[in-house]
């Protein structure tokens, strides 16, 4: 069974200071990777796929790096609207497999 | 374009009583997926959908849980009777590639 393991549980950061989030996986034959933010009250937003090892993806602040253990979401200078859930998933087929995910709250 | 939307919003229901919640996914998105998180917990998958047809219901709980995808469409989740344990925030998300998935907000459904 696929098992996704995220820490940490909470972070919190001063705006500006850039910090790392851990998604820790195992799954048989990995489809890929992904990388949502959650808001409360609201759905997963997508942000990354990452496919093979030594893949990196960006966007804004967010910068997503994969080896073939885990993977690592990177937060640079954050501001206080980064403030939000981001959840890790594997898919070795179709399905996702979740992570606990980390609260990060970015204060101003 | 308009995203994957799910209704209502919220549901609070007694024991014993019967639910269904709709899924509007991404129009020309043949994957569509159930999820639910209970609380405390991981996301967890419930069921996938291609097109009509169920390709995988392996995380339905038990067989008070009932999904159909209408015509390709729009698909629901019934639960019939609702337990309490059914508590939760059951998530909708639809695929073109059966890889990104994209989510809905949600329906946070409350059994009393």
């Known amino acids: 069974e696929d098992q996704v393991t995220q820490s940490p549980e909470a972070l919190r950061l001063q705006e500006g200071e850039s910090s790392s989030l851990n998604c820790s996986y195992t799954?048989?034959?990995?489809?890929?990777l992904f990388w949502y933010r959650q808001d409360p009250g609201k759905g997963p937003e997508f942000l990354f796929t990452?496919?093979?090892a030594g893949e990196e993806k960006e966007k804004e602040r967010l910068k997503a790096t994969l080896t073939k253990k885990e993977s690592f979401l990177h937060i640079t200078a954050p501001k206080p609207e980064d403030s939000a859930t981001y959840l890790c998933?594997?898919?070795?087929?179709?399905?996702?497999?979740f992570g606990a995910g980390t609260t990060v709250t970015v204060r101003a | 374009e308009a995203g994957v939307t799910q209704f209502p919003s919220h549901s609070v229901i007694e024991k014993g009583q019967t639910v269904t919640l709709r899924c509007d996914p991404i129009s020309g998105h043949d994957n569509l997926y159930w999820y639910r998180r209970v609380m405390g917990k991981e996301i967890k998958f419930l069921l996938h959908f291609v097109k009509e047809s169920k390709q995988d219901e392996s995380g339905m709980p038990n067989n008070r849980f009932l999904a159909e995808r209408t015509g390709g469409t729009y698909s629901t989740l019934k639960v019939q009777p609702a337990e309490l344990e059914d508590s939760g925030v059951y998530f909708c998300?639809?695929?073109?590639?059966?890889?990104?998935?994209?989510f809905g907000q949600g329906t946070r459904l409350t059994v009393v």
């Open positions: 799954v048989s034959g990995l489809r890929g």
């Open positions: 990452l496919y093979s």
């Open positions: 998933a594997v898919s070795g087929d179709y399905k996702l497999s």
């Open positions: 998300a639809s695929s073109p590639s059966s890889l990104e998935a994209f």
